[in-house]
C-alpha cells in the first residue's frame, strides 16, 4: 500500500478524535496528550511502545495545555489517556503483561489516577512501527495535529517541542504530510454531510466518491490550517470560483455562518455568470454541528480578498 495511502488512513483517525459533545467547543485534551507522547519520544524519555502515566508525562502534558487552554477547560491527564481508547490506536495494558484492560465503552467515567499508573498506554503496532518510531515522521504528525486542531498556538508549541517556528509557507509546502488534504477532505464533507455550502448539491457514492470538494476558506499555504472552521464543502463549479476571488463565503451580523457576496467583476447579463450572481447575500448553508461553523477570522480574510487577482 502507497506511504500515502497509509498516512491518509491514519491521519482521518488522527483528525477527528472522538471528543466532548458539550459546548460549542472542541476539547482539546486528545490532541494535547498525543503532542505530549511525540515530545517524550522526541527526548528519549520513552523508547518503546510502551508509555507509562509518569510524573513527566503529566508535566508535560499541563505545558502544552496551558497554551491551547480556553474557558472552563481543566488540565486533567486521566479523561483523554484513559478514553483515548475509544478511538481505536490507543490500548491500555497491565503493567504485568496481561490483556488490554478498560477496552472501550466499558465505562464512561476513567478510572482513578492509582490505577491508570498501573497500566501502559500502548500505540497500535502497526502505527508504532511504520511512524511513532521515526523521528521525521514524529514531526509531520505533529504538524499535522497542529494544524487540525491549533494553529493559532504553532509557535507556541513549536517551541514547547523545541523545534523552530513555521518555516515560510513555501519552505514547509515541500515537506508536506503524506494524507493531509485526504485527511481534511474526509473531515470537512462528513461535517457537511457531503452537501455544498453554496448551492446545496448532494451526491455521494461511497465513503471515496461524492461530487462535493473540501475547501479551504484561508487558503493552507498561508494559514497552515486545518480546523474544520477553516474549510467549507463545496461543488467544483464554487469552489472554483472561490479559489478565483470571484465569490467569498463572509462574515453577517444576522447570520452565524455568514452569507455569499459576489465580486463586482460578474454580470448576471453573462451567459455563465448568472448562477454565482444570484449567490449573493445567500446564507451559507452550514454544518451539522455549530461549533464547526466557520470562523469569524476566515470570512473576514476572504472579504477583504474579494475581487483579489488570483
Sequence with gaps: M??????????ERFYDLRRDKRGSHER????????????????????????????ELTKTFKRYFAVVLQGDDQPSIKNPFYHLVGDGFWHLVSKQGERPLYEAGNAARAPSLGALRQVYGRFDET???????????????????????????????????????????????????????????????????????????????????????????????VSRNDKPDNGLALCPNHHWAMDRFLIAPCPDSKRRAGVWRVGSGLDARIEGQKDLVALTNQPIIPPREEKFYPAIESLRWREQHLNAKY
Excluded at 498525543?34 to 509518569?54: K, Q, T
Excluded at 514547547?160 to 474526509?186: K, M, N, V, Y
Aim: one cysteine or more; hydrophobic letters at 45%; a negative charge.
Design 28 to 55: 482539546p485534551h486528545k490532541p494535547v496528550l498525543l503532542l505530549a507522547v511525540l515530545d517524550l519520544l522526541d527526548r528519549g524519555l520513552v523508547n518503546r511502545n510502551e508509555i507509562p502515566l509518569s510524573p
Design 2 to 11: 502507497p506511504i500515502e495511502t497509509t498516512w491518509q488512513q491514519w491521519l
Design 127 to 221: 502505527l508504532w512501527t511504520a511512524f511513532l518510531s521515526d523521528a521525521h515522521s514524529r514531526h509531520m504528525l505533529r504538524e499535522a495535529l497542529i494544524a487540525r486542531y491549533f494553529p493559532e498556538h504553532r509557535d507556541q508549541l513549536a517551541a514547547i517541542a523545541g523545534e523552530r517556528p513555521a518555516a515560510p509557507s513555501t519552505e514547509a509546502l515541500r515537506d508536506e504530510l503524506p494524507g493531509r488534504d485526504g485527511a481534511f477532505r474526509h473531515t470537512i464533507l462528513e461535517i457537511y454531510d457531503y452537501r455544498c455550502a453554496a448551492c446545496g448539491i448532494r451526491v455521494k457514492i461511497d465513503h471515496d466518491l461524492s461530487l462535493v470538494e473540501a475547501a479551504h476558506i484561508i487558503p493552507f499555504g
